[in-house]
């Protein structure tokens, strides 16, 4: 392709070059600065391209229209030469690219410009892989989205063993890696390893690679220490432009493997989110098309796939979610000012529980100081102590930590038969039996013995924190701190001002939050704070249509369209039904016209049975017993939509009631502390566009479109 | 058990090209950068030494703080790769830095303590301007010590012309000229290059680029254009920014063995280690110092600068080699002394230029066979001089 062709495909589009430029206004432009290098060797002149958008790392290149653009401009200058024999990509320290600039997304206005913009992408990078001499990238830094694709048309790659991370996170976002990467990829290292990137690891919690990974997985062809990398990245390149180096990479298997392995992906892809996501979905069916494909219908089958992305509800809500975490997790609405916060030097945990021993170890290893467990029974105490050691142990054989830390935290741990050890602490949490009568009188046996000033915590996640501390001499210092099982893995940590709380003990809470690596979220004193409250109205819409005589199977396969990230029995399976029924027991008693009680559900509890469904992945016939009877079935599109205006419903009084400060709290607890998914922005974004707010409630939760500051 | 004093010997030596200080090549770059390169690339060039074998990082500086602080030679090690258990430490003699972590590693595996150092130093002159941070002592002045130009190194060149009034301005435009087409000679020639490894530099504004050459040579330079130099030094003086090194930035290092080890190793041997020797003179003269440092070394050794067949002596300032030469009876032009030209020419970032003297020395034994033995030689600020013997490996038994 020649270069007018290019300049007129782009300026011919519908929409110009500069119109993109306006409608990115605010783009931080990366910068593609070209600098001539002699290669070792005597293998010529190579001309050096630097992504730099001027900032630190803490901010890192993106490409918008601007910087698009402006590598465009450094590629048609080494076009045009004739005396140099390579052109080579690098980043600037620590960064290579980390994708398209996605501030500017919510400004497209159309599907038209939607598509300049894609098309902008493809008409720049593919010139990378046609120019006439060799191009490299050399991946120095963190390499994202469109970071990886600018690569990804280079003939050649090197890669950093330091690099921190690399990934293709546009289908976790709700986008596909359309600048070239569904249909670049998989033709470079097989379409197997490329579904892991370009599928499986934004779905993992949006997972990403490291430097010899991306080597061993053939992303890069070669790997040099961070120490001088691109010097011996332009040795290799030298080489290779000699012909003294030859690179070579396994043929890919385009046969029966290749459709074996995009049915294996269909499936898991349906299994797991049942349509809900269209992202990931079209990304699949890109990848599984690249292989029969030109490169200039491969790049107009993405640039299509892009622009009607970009316009999808489903962006939407996924950047508003990526936002959330971002921005406001990092700065919690109405945490009061943080200097007010008091140091704390020593924690104890009042219990020796399952729960008890897993905050004990959280708190030993993020905040780095003494952590006492108190039990009344020694055997119970010292198999708390022994459960946080022997995690530590597991860390350390999994090399997570040294055997100095690993020292450091056993002797940090340690167990007391009497809260006389909470003498000297500073914070003290207990996770004991969830019934308020025993929690007052723990804290009235802490208070007997730590400072004045301590704060006392509680992981309830049920029981007034006003009510808890009414008994106190200093109620002012008792906050709500509660957790999400599994307390290593869900970040999420709803932090509850009781009545009298003080702005001290609920500053010291957020900065201990944030030591603790958690997203706080500022909760009112209500029963069951946040998430439990809204987890638990949904699954009792699903166990009221159970009741009422729909199959169980039907109910729970109900709300699957909505690809949350397990059916509703699942979760109460994993919650415990006997702890679910105490929860929605709380909240009929606060609330009894909106939150039953399942009679079903008493009679799983009272038969002792813990495990909803079978190790063969059916319903327990015991269970199933025990949800039958009623005459009134439904049809899973009538339980769906009962339980989604419900929510609406609950949400918008939670909001009235002050629960939380706006419903982007009420989406990051949901999102972090039950792992809703991105393309439900949570949920507030779909309750909106998908009429539910509007008929139940008369209005959006965002008039103006979802927006996360 | 008695000891017994171990032959010593220059394995390898690199270094990155010199840059202008100021605005060139290493503006942005890192001194420390510049030593983990340099360490790198000995241990690249060098495969037979497993990382492990070097007992000691010496790692000379002038002004040992910030990107040249803390404690270098174990930093750079540490930025380096090279593992844990290999210790490091940072020295100083000015301009003789890298040349004083030679001779005492070198005195070190001689005494048996030591098999394997990695010996260099770097200066950012840019960076560390000469004179960064000092606080003179006021008794240097109060009990006239020191006289006052002792400490710019300009005043005490311009000090040595008056001690050597035979060495006129145009002897020393002569000599720098005759530097500078050394220099090119040898470039052309492809002498200098097998020493240096590209270095990745860094401009903001211009991205990443990769220096691959001394940045500091004139090819360019004629006799008429020295002569209408300024003298900044002294009003109609005859030290000028043609005469001298400039200001420079640039890392060298080497790697010094116990002679048996590098033969266990399978590591080269590329000359040995004689003797050295360092001594003092008047600190306001401070360019004279290779004289005594060499007088005391020879006599030491029962020789005369006729068993010399080669002279690496860094070209501070061109008076300061002509006074040397003209000490020792030896022509200003004499085809012994800088074959490949010097640092008027190259640049001499203070603390690294020993280890470039001794890598040129290194070259030139290699190809010539019927060479015993070459100095390397070099003046120190505060009043020194600096010399070390080496004896060719590679000579064949014949002539001197």
């Known amino acids: 392709m020649s270069s007018t062709d290019d300049q007129g495909a782009a300026t011919g589009a519908p929409v110009s070059r500069e119109a993109l430029r306006e409608v990115f206004a605010d783009e931080v432009v990366t910068h593609a600065l070209s600098r001539d290098v002699q290669l070792p060797y005597g293998a010529g002149k190579a001309v050096l391209i630097t992504l730099d958008n001027g900032h630190d790392h803490n901010k890192p290149n993106t490409f918008g229209p601007a910087g698009l653009l402006s590598l465009d401009d450094a590629i048609e200058a080494a076009r045009a030469r004739s005396d140099i024999s390579a052109v080579a990509v690098t980043g600037k320290p620590f960064i290579f690219a980390v994708g398209a600039d996605l501030s500017g997304v919510p400004q497209v206005r159309d599907r038209e410009q939607a598509y300049a913009v894609a098309k902008l992408g493809h008409d720049v990078f593919r010139k990378l892989g046609e120019l006439d001499v060799p191009t490299f990238a050399f991946i120095n830094g963190a390499a994202m989205g469109g970071g990886v694709e600018v690569a990804l048309h280079c003939r050649y790659r090197t890669v950093s063993s330091g690099i921190p991370a690399l990934s293709l996170p546009e289908a976790f976002l709700g986008l596909v890696p359309g600048w070239g990467g569904t249909y670049l990829l998989p033709r470079l290292i097989g379409v197997e390893k490329a579904l892991k990137i370009v599928i499986d690891n934004p779905l993992a919690q949006n997972k990403t690679i490291k430097g010899p990974e991306v080597r061993e997985l053939g992303i890069a062809d070669a790997m040099f220490e961070p120490a001088d990398f691109v010097e011996e990245s332009l040795r290799w390149a030298a080489r290779v432009v000699k012909g003294e180096t030859t690179v070579e990479r396994p043929e890919v298997d385009t046969g029966q493997a290749w459709d074996q392995a995009i049915d294996n992906a269909r499936f898991m892809l349906e299994g797991k989110l049942h349509g809900a996501a269209p992202a990931p979905a079209r990304a699949l069916e890109l990848v599984a098309a690249s292989k029969d494909r030109t490169r200039d219908e491969g790049f107009a089958a993405e640039d299509e796939a892009l622009a009607d992305l970009m316009m999808s509800d489903e962006l939407t809500a996924g950047l508003y979610a990526f936002d959330l975490n971002q921005k406001r997790a990092k700065r919690p609405a109405g945490a009061p000012d943080k200097s007010l916060a008091r140091p704390i030097t020593k924690v104890g945990v009042v219990g020796a529980g399952l729960m008890a021993g897993q905050l004990a170890l959280l708190f030993a290893r993020r905040l780095d100081v003494p952590v006492v467990m108190t039990d009344l029974d020694q055997d119970r105490l010292d198999k708390g102590v022994a459960y946080v050691h022997g995690e530590v142990d597991k860390l350390l054989g999994k090399g997570r930590i040294t055997s100095d830390k690993a020292n450091r935290l056993k002797a940090q741990v340690s167990g007391s038969l009497s809260m006389n050890a909470f003498s000297d602490a500073d914070f003290v949490i207990e996770a004991v039996f969830e019934k308020m009568s025993v929690k007052q009188d723990v804290f009235a046996q802490v208070e007997a013995e730590v400072a004045p000033e301590a704060v006392l915590a509680t992981n309830t996640s049920s029981l007034s924190i006003t009510e808890m501390a009414s008994k106190l001499k200093h109620p002012e210092r008792v906050v709500g701190f509660h957790f999400f099982n599994p307390v290593a893995v869900l970040p999420l940590l709803e932090i509850v001002r009781g009545e009298r709380t003080d702005d001290a003990a609920l500053a010291t809470a957020f900065a201990t939050a944030k030591q603790l690596k958690k997203t706080a979220v500022l909760c009112k004193d209500a029963p069951a704070f946040v998430v439990n409250r809204l987890l638990t109205l949904f699954m009792g819409e699903v166990l009221g249509a159970v009741e009422e005589g729909t199959e169980p199977e039907v109910a729970d396969r109900s709300v699957a369209p909505l690809g949350l990230p397990m059916s509703p029995l699942l979760l109460l399976q994993l919650v415990g039904p006997a702890v679910a029924l105490h929860v929605s027991e709380t909240l009929h008693e606060a609330f009894p016209d909106r939150f039953g009680v399942s009679e079903q559900l008493r009679r799983v509890v009272e038969s002792g049975k813990t495990e909803i469904y079978g190790p063969d992945f059916q319903i327990d016939p015991e269970v199933r017993e025990m949800f039958a009877g009623g005459g009134r079935p439904s049809s899973e599109e009538e339980i769906r939509q009962r339980a989604l205006e419900a929510m609406a419903r609950e949400i918008r009084i939670m909001l009235d009631e002050g629960v939380v400060a706006e419903p982007a709290d009420i989406d990051l607890c949901l999102i972090t502390g039950a792992g809703w998914p991105f393309h439900l922005g949570g949920i507030t974004p779909y309750l909106d566009r998908s009429g539910v707010s509007e008929k139940v409630n008369g209005s959006l939760f965002h008039p103006n479109g979802p927006k996360a500051v | ?400």
């Open chain 2, 1 to 400: 058990m008695p000891r017994t004093a171990r032959d010593v010997v220059f394995v390898d030596g690199v270094r990155t090209p010199f840059g202008k200080a100021g605005k060139g090549l290493y503006a942005e770059t890192r001194a420390d950068d510049l030593v983990v390169r340099v360490i790198r690339e000995l241990l690249r060039r060098n495969p037979g030494l497993p990382p492990e074998r070097v007992d000691e990082v010496a790692v000379a500086a002038t002004t040992q703080t910030g990107d040249q602080g803390l404690t270098i030679g174990r930093s750079a090690a540490l930025l380096a790769g090279l593992p844990r258990s290999v210790p490091g430490y940072a020295i100083d003699r000015m301009c003789a830095g890298a040349m004083t972590a030679v001779t005492t590693s070198g005195a070190g595996i001689s005494f048996g303590a030591y098999d394997v150092a990695i010996a260099g130093g770097v200066e950012h002159m840019g960076r560390h301007p000469m004179g960064e941070g000092v606080d003179p002592n006021p008794r240097f002045l109060s009990e006239k010590l020191v006289d006052p130009s002792a400490l710019v190194m300009g005043n005490t060149a311009e000090n040595l012309h008056d001690r050597y009034p035979s060495i006129t301005k145009e002897r020393a435009d002569a000599y720098a000229l005759r530097s500078q087409e050394k220099v090119a000679k040898a470039y052309a020639d492809g002498k200098l290059q097998p020493d240096l490894v590209e270095m990745l530099v860094r401009s903001a504004e211009q991205g990443y680029g990769l220096a691959s050459a001394d940045e500091p040579p004139r090819p360019e330079t004629t006799l008429e254009g020295l002569a209408g130099l300024k003298t900044p030094f002294r009003a109609h003086g005859n030290v000028t920014p043609g005469n001298s090194a400039g200001l420079n930035d640039g890392a060298t290092g080497a790697i010094i063995a116990a002679e048996d080890v590098a033969a266990d190793l399978g590591l080269d041997a590329r000359m040995r280690l004689v003797d050295f020797s360092f001594a003092g003179v008047d600190p306001e003269v401070m360019g004279e110092g290779p004289v005594p440092a060499t007088e005391r070394l020879l006599e030491r050794q029962r020789m005369t600068m006729d068993d010399i067949g080669l002279v690496e002596i860094n070209e501070a300032f061109a008076v300061q080699v002509l006074a040397f030469l003209e000490h020792f009876g030896v022509a200003d032009d004499d085809a012994r002394v800088n074959p490949w030209g010097g640092a008027i020419a190259l640049g001499h970032p203070l603390a690294s230029s020993g280890v470039r003297l001794m890598m040129q020395l290194a070259r030139l034994f290699a190809e010539r066979p019927d060479v015993r033995y070459g100095l390397t030689t070099m003046c120190v600020g505060m009043g020194m001089g600096g010399t070390v013997l080496w004896e060719n490996t590679n000579w064949e038994g014949s002539a001197k």
